[in-house]
């Protein structure tokens, strides 16, 4: 079974996003990107597929600028074979429902047995391209993974939900979103991170699969959020049980 | 404008977040409900008392006992037809079966939207709450999930809508429900508690943790909440997250005890009315969002606390 993994490149989530002051958006010039902490798990996951011999083969994409080269190489260096880089604009930023094409598109030559992607960008926090892939593809998808077990054809995942935790068994090929517990992802070693950059990416733009990526929403402005002010210290217990107590709650 | 949303719950009643999202609907236009599962005909009884439903579509059938999207999704997309929009609230649910919706309409989703500012025009929180959005759909449809505390319940009493039958393609058969462990407690759901008790990695285990929160939050009638690190630590189950990536809360009174303020958990929470922190270092971020402050060590600061609450 080969394993595709989409990977995004978004800021880096130890960074505070500043908004331009201009409104227009958030300023990601000179700061530190990474790869989508989602799209780590995914990564390893798949890698972690192929270590138990479920997997043959691991293909990482991304689509995003030049420099989301970086990213790819990141999945290289943690146990991916190859990568896709279906190259945009720097400015351009693609929306879900364009990257579910793209990675549709790609889905349809490369065959896989599991789509595995990252449940959330932490930039967009859109949430929604693996279940807009799994419609294109008009197969089953497994959201927000805490536990992947793939038996046969099928794969067995146990989804985090609301109320706790929801297992399903989808039919291969299968679309999975990951979730922050599924596992911890590894850091490269120098030598794999070495070897990584002998490893094959390929570089396509969205015209090679013929898919029109112009937005459908139109970001009128950006804002920062009203902020909110620091409030008081109270020197001891006491002193929290009489606010608390004005506040009609104790 | 005529909408369709998407009703939220067990199999036996409606969920409250399906209030919020009517709200939503109705300021867009018409509302229209969707109620579909296994033997639910008294939910859609229920949601036929929501105040502003003109009618109520139910779907009867064993394929949607368990919401899977895969059975779903090409149902809503059938009804759709007759409407512009369909609006569903932003619940892990709403949240796995509406962009399947949108990507078979070929429209792009508005996510967790945070309030209504025109026609096709909107408001959402990006990068973790830090920037808001007003952006515009130029879909000829719109596919809208609608974030829970940003909105005002509708009546969940009052109006007489009509039920009427509607059906799907039916399973899908690719997928299948295998099982659910979902927790029973006694503590309010956390997206609709009034107030929120909210451990951290401070904690230390999960007797610690249920040893020091849950005799405060039992004396306050509050919702047990907890940041990721203490999820991952498995002091409490998964659904405890508050955060970015967990849930988004917005109670009256919001405790934050042993959590140091991360923008990931201060993303879910910020937007609580009261904030209460205690936390033993006095340059936690977790100060600069707090309406109270309390420098102090938990493990004497909250048992004392909880004894001197009536
Ligand atoms: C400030 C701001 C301004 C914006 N302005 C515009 C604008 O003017 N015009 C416009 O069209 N859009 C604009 N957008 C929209 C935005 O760029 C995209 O819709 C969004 O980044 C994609 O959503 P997401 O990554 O959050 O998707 P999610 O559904 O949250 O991503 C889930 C998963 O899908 C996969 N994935 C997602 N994207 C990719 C990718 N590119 N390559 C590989 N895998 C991927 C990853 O596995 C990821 O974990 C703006 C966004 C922001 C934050
Ligand atoms: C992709 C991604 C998504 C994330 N999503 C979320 C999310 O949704 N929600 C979330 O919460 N986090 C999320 N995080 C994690 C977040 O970045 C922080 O790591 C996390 O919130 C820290 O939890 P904490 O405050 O409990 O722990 P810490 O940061 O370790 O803070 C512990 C605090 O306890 C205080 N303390 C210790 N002992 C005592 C004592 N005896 N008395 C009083 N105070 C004491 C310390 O001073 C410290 O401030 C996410 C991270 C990533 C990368």
Redesign the pocket.
Known sequence: MKILVPVKRVID?NVKPRVKADGSGVDLSNVKMSM???DEIAVEEAVRLKEKGKAEEIVVVSIGPAKAQDTLRTALAMGVDRAILVQVDDAVEVEPLAVAKILKAIADVESPGLVLLGKQS?SDDSNQTGQMLAALMDRPQGTFANSVDVEGGAVIVKREVDGGLETVELTLPAIVTTD?RLNEPRYASLPNIMKAKAKPLEIRSPADYDIDISPRIATLKVVEPPVRSAGVRVADVDELVAKLTSLGIA | MKTLVWVEHDNASVKDATLSAVTAAASMGDVDLLVAGKGVRAVAEQAANIEPARKVLLADDAAYEHALPENLAPLVVGLMQGYDAFVVPATTTGKNVAPRVAALLDVMQLSEIISVEGRKTFTRTIYAGNAVATVESHDAKLVVTVRGTAFDKAAANGGSAAIEDVSGPGDAGTSRFVSAEIARSERPELTSAKIIVS????LKDAATFDEVITPLAEKLGAGVG??????DAGYVPNDF??????KIVAPEVYFA?????????L??MKDSKTIIA????ED?P?FQVADIGLV????K?VPELTGKIR
Not at chain 2, 226 to 231: K, L, Q
Not at chain 2, 278 to 281: A, G, H, L, S, V
């Open positions: 989530y989508n902490p989602f932490i922050l | 451990g951290g990695r401070a907890a940041s990721r690190a203490a999820v997250q508050v955060g970015q990536t967990g005890i042993g959590i140091s303020g991360a923008i990931q958990h993303a879910g205690i936390n033993k270092d936690a977790i102090a060590d938990l493990f600061a």
